[in-house]
């Protein structure tokens, strides 16, 4: 009786503190977030009051010339990352397609862990590949001036993003019922009817959370881009956008923080910079769980 | 029990980290240490001098590190470096703010870098102008037949904007010396965030043109001769060509200390700006001062 009382008693503690253990990790993890975007705000703000606004929307960025636009860095990221995700949504899709679907048993078990084990390939090193290899491939094979373009970075973000795509999106696939699929061939749909307008349909949700996921990585990545695009400050409002240099958002803060000095309008600017990438990631993950807010409700009507 | 072995290791190992410690700091005693910092372009060569002082002084160790010539003043206007490395002369502000923290930077020319603008070894252009080079960087300039190359689209490298060697060349070059020259760097132009990248680019691409310290340049690519004025001599970078003058891109490198030096920094400066150490800086391809 005695035991007992002191056995729940120690056990209750436990419980105790192992929850607030959890609650407490979630909520600096929640803090820490508000701290690093209350310092961005601090130190990008007063880059709107020092730098007349008519030059930070300007086209040059020349910042050791007091030349503060920011427009080519936002067109650069832009550039980059649409390239990277119309490289990497179908190829990360229909793989995963096919481990989840396609392949027998034994060739997803080998072929899943090394999808994953791509992502583990430090960014350094893929840029020094991009750099070295695949740019000059990349100017033969195009017969560009130069193999230091946004395409070329595409490529390499669009590789650092495929794991994540792929790994997620099959997940999702897996996660639908084995129901779905045997109705559908009972009613006599093909193979790759069932795949492409059931399957990939109710994983539809999941497929989106992948995509946004592998862009969010694309968007963000910094060093391989640094690397291979060429850094090149300049909006070019035409079709061959993607064959040229360009400088992303990114690759700016990278190349500048170093050497910049502190307090400076340079410095201030660059912290706007990392507003601006901020919100635009922000947005992206908003619509990608409006999205996916929106397809739960609705498959959770069709189902009720 | 076994929580007791547990505690009994976790200690032993606590002691030894604690005696460990203690040693490492007995030794740095007896080791007098001179912080040097600043330019990329110069870390090559103090790390070689650092190492080589070693072996001529076992008592004094030079810590080396890099960072740039900005954050190299900087160190010295804080306090943190007894030598600051820079490929370029102190700035009117920085001067001003190292007088109101009590230093007076002292400035020793230690070695000089030339400049070399590199080409691809297929193109056949062997020898420009300045005027020339100023053009082709400003975008007046975009085909190489312009300068009597082939009919191919000239691609302009340079390093980042905040690089010693960048602002060098925007002011000698682009601007040909002229103060109130407001031009820029063509936007067009590729800004590589190391010379290795330079290099790189030069090797594999024939359409681009790039520029570096000698030091970082290689064998596998054309180093340019390059003339001071419109029919004047084309001239190579060398030692010599440095030396006399004639070459015209090429820069003093500087190191800073706070004060007029005195003691061991004193006696590692003249070692550096005697024959041996100026033996080392000829070994890694910059100019050793005659």
């Given at each position: 009786m005695n035991t007992s009382i002191t056995e729940r008693k120690r056990v209750s503690f436990t419980e105790f503190a192992a929850e607030r253990l959890i609650t407490g990790s979630g909520a600096v993890a929640i803090l820490f977030v508000f701290l690093i975007f209350a310092f961005l705000l601090r130190e990008g703000l007063?880059?709107?009051?020092?730098?007349?606004?008519?030059?930070?929307?300007?086209?040059?960025?020349?910042?050791?010339?007091?030349?503060?636009?920011?427009?080519?860095?936002?067109?650069?990221?832009?550039?980059?990352?649409?390239?990277?995700?119309?490289?990497?949504?179908?190829?990360?899709?229909?793989?995963?397609?096919?481990?989840?679907?396609?392949?027998?048993?034994?060739?997803?078990?080998?072929?899943?862990?090394?999808?994953?084990?791509?992502?583990?390939?430090?960014?350094?090193?893929?840029?020094?590949?991009?750099?070295?290899?695949?740019?000059?491939?990349?100017?033969?094979?195009?017969?560009?001036?130069?193999?230091?373009?946004?395409?070329?970075?595409?490529?390499?973000?669009?590789?650092?993003?495929?794991?994540?795509?792929?790994?997620?999106?099959?997940?999702?696939?897996?996660?639908?019922?084995?129901?779905?699929?045997?109705?559908?061939?009972?009613?006599?749909?093909?193979?790759?009817?069932?795949?492409?307008?059931?399957?990939?349909?109710?994983?539809?949700?999941?497929?989106?959370?992948?995509?946004?996921?592998?862009?969010?990585?694309?968007?963000?990545?910094t060093m391989a881009v640094l690397m291979v695009t060429g850094n090149a400050a300049r909006i070019a409002l035409e079709p061959g956008a993607l064959f040229m240099p360009v400088r992303t958002m990114t690759a700016t803060i990278a190349a500048e923080m170093g050497e910049v000095a502190q307090g400076s309008t340079h410095f201030h600017v660059l912290f706007a910079i990392g507003i601006v990438l901020f919100v635009i990631t922000f947005i992206v993950n908003l619509v990608a769980s409006f999205a996916i807010f929106r397809q739960s409700k609705r498959s959770a009507r069709l189902l009720s | 029990m076994r929580n007791l072995c547990f505690l009994l290791l976790l200690c032993g190992l606590l002691l030894t980290a604690c005696g460990g410690r203690a040693s490492a700091q007995a030794d740095a005693a007896a080791q007098k240490t001179i912080e040097n910092t600043g330019s990329d372009t110069i870390v090559n060569l103090a790390l070689a001098w650092a190492e080589a002082y070693q072996k001529v002084r076992p008592?004094?160790?030079?810590?080396?590190?890099?960072?740039?010539?900005?954050?190299?003043?900087?160190?010295?206007?804080?306090?943190?470096?007894?030598?600051?490395?820079?490929?370029?002369?102190?700035?009117?502000?920085?001067?001003?703010?190292?007088?109101?923290?009590?230093?007076?930077?002292?400035?020793?020319?230690?070695?000089?870098?030339?400049?070399?603008?590199?080409?691809?070894?297929?193109?056949?252009?062997?020898?420009?102008?300045?005027?020339?080079?100023?053009?082709i960087y400003s975008g007046?300039?975009?085909?190489?037949?312009?300068?009597?190359?082939?009919?191919?689209?000239?691609?302009?490298?340079?390093?980042?904007?905040?690089?010693?060697?960048?602002?060098?060349?925007?002011?000698?070059?682009?601007?040909?010396?002229?103060?109130?020259?407001?031009?820029?760097?063509?936007?067009?132009?590729?800004?590589?965030?190391?010379?290795?990248g330079i290099i790189a680019e030069v090797r594999q691409n024939p359409n681009a043109i790039g520029y570096d310290g000698l030091g970082y340049i290689t064998s596998d690519v054309t180093t340019l001769a390059i003339a001071p004025k419109d029919g004047g001599e084309y001239v190579k970078p060398s030692v010599e060509t440095v030396n006399n003058g004639k070459y015209p891109i090429a820069r003093p490198l500087f190191m800073y200390t706070p004060g007029e030096p005195t003691g061991d920094v004193k006696t590692y400066l003249d070692w550096i700006l005697g024959p041996d150490g100026q033996k080392i800086v000829g070994d890694l391809g910059f100019v050793p001062l005659q």
């Open positions: 007063p880059a709107f009051t020092e730098v007349p606004l008519d030059n930070l929307f300007s086209s040059r960025w020349y910042p050791t010339e007091n030349y503060f636009g920011i427009l080519p860095l936002i067109f650069g990221s832009l550039v980059v990352t649409i390239g990277a995700a119309i490289i990497a949504m179908p190829i990360g899709l229909l793989t995963a397609i096919f481990i989840a679907e396609i392949a027998p048993r034994w060739l997803r078990e080998i072929l899943k862990p090394m999808i994953e084990i791509v992502a583990g390939i430090p960014s350094v090193v893929l840029g020094f590949f991009g750099m070295v290899v695949l740019s000059s491939v990349v100017r033969d094979t195009l017969n560009l001036p130069t193999g230091l373009t946004a395409f070329t970075g595409s490529i390499i973000l669009a590789y650092m993003a495929l794991p994540t795509i792929v790994s997620v999106a099959e997940d999702a696939l897996d996660a639908v019922p084995r129901s779905y699929r045997d109705a559908a061939l009972a009613l006599g749909a093909t193979r790759w009817q069932t795949i492409w307008m059931v399957t990939v349909k109710a994983g539809k949700s999941g497929i989106l959370t992948a995509m946004m996921l592998g862009v969010g990585r694309a968007i963000g990545e | 008592d004094i160790r030079v810590s080396v590190s890099g960072g740039g010539s900005g954050t190299g003043i900087a160190a010295l206007i804080n306090k943190t470096a007894d030598i600051a490395n820079a490929s370029r002369k102190i700035k009117a502000e920085e001067q001003q703010n190292a007088e109101k923290n009590g230093v007076l930077p002292h400035e020793i020319e230690i070695a000089r870098d030339a400049i070399g603008v590199i080409v691809n070894a297929k193109n056949p252009v062997q020898q420009l102008t300045l005027q020339q080079v100023s053009d007046k300039i975009k085909s190489w037949k312009e300068v009597g190359g082939e009919d191919r689209p000239i691609v302009l490298l340079s390093r980042e904007s905040n690089s010693g060697t960048h602002v060098y060349f925007l002011e000698q070059v682009v601007r040909l010396g002229n103060s109130k020259d407001k031009t820029l760097f063509s936007q067009d132009t590729l800004l590589l965030p190391s010379s290795e």
